[in-house]
């Protein structure tokens, strides 16, 4: 379906959507590229639910997807916005496709793009986090968003807010996939550092690393942030459990929630970053 679609034709289609398929819709415009096992955990009671509603979307155009390379195996399905779905976005939104940021090339390019990998393990971070039972993800914005809002200074992989037990957790996201070396990663935080005098905003950095001797050696690197930091290393323990390390005031590892007992300035909105 082309993106300059009939107003009957995005009317229909709009009304075949469900109230879950609208949420994918949003959420596949905003973080760019999805897997079929992210958006399973993120909506669905199961897995075959899950892959029969996609390729539902998929026949209607509001989803495309990709399957990329990979030297061994086979790779899961990478979903992205369709050119139907970005039609029913924007008119739901008031706003043109072209206004809405949408142009269907580039979406299914980033499913073959050198930042596929980091880009998936930031969506990987964020819907392990949705998909906990024990507490609510009330907030997720992904890189554009972020750069948006502070791209003169730092540029964060995404900011999120995490709710568990009446207490909110707000925290910047710095995804490590190993290819950056140790100092333009340290140089990152320096950013960070100047996003506090610049306007206060004190949230923490937390840095999802790939291997204990990546974690051990930035520790060394980083040694006394000035701004609040912690890191962790990316293993089956979702990121809401005790593996957060903080830098500098390291005594053990914390659960997700309870950085806020450590940096009162991660608590949900003090001070509101939005």
């Not at 520790?219 to 459990?241: H, L, Y």
């Amino acid at each position: 379906m082309p993106p300059q679609a009939s107003r009957a034709v995005i009317a229909e289609l709009a009304a075949r959507l469900t109230p879950r398929d609208w949420q994918i819709l949003e959420l596949a415009h905003e973080h760019r590229v999805l897997t079929t096992h992210q958006l399973a955990r993120s909506y669905f009671t199961c897995p075959d639910k899950a892959r029969h509603r996609l390729l539902d979307l998929y026949r209607l155009a509001a989803l495309d997807r990709a399957r990329p390379w990979t030297p061994s195996g086979s790779a899961p399905w990478h979903w992205v916005l369709g050119s139907a779905g970005a039609a029913v976005l924007a008119a739901h939104r008031g706003v043109t496709v072209k206004e809405l940021g949408y142009r269907h090339d580039q979406a299914l390019a980033v499913c073959h793009s050198a930042t596929l990998g980091h880009l998936v393990g930031v969506n990987d971070f964020f819907t392990r986090l949705k998909a906990e039972q024990e507490g609510e993800l009330t907030a997720w914005w992904g890189e554009r968003r972020c750069t948006q809002l502070w791209g003169d200074i730092v540029r964060p992989d995404g900011y999120g807010r995490w709710a568990e037990g009446g207490v909110e957790v707000d925290f910047f996201l710095e995804h490590d996939t190993g290819s950056e070396t140790l100092a333009r990663v340290v140089a990152k935080l320096n950013a960070y550092a100047e996003l506090v005098e610049a306007t206060g905003i004190n949230t923490p950095v937390l840095f999802w690393l790939p291997s204990t001797r990546r974690e051990q050696h930035l520790r060394a690197e980083i040694g006394t942030p000035e701004a609040p930091a912690a890191t962790a290393v990316q293993t089956t323990s979702g990121p809401r459990e005790a593996v957060w390390l903080p830098i500098g005031s390291a005594r053990r590892r914390l659960r997700l929630i309870e950085l806020v007992d450590l940096w009162p300035s991660a608590r949900g909105g003090a001070p509101c970053v939005e």
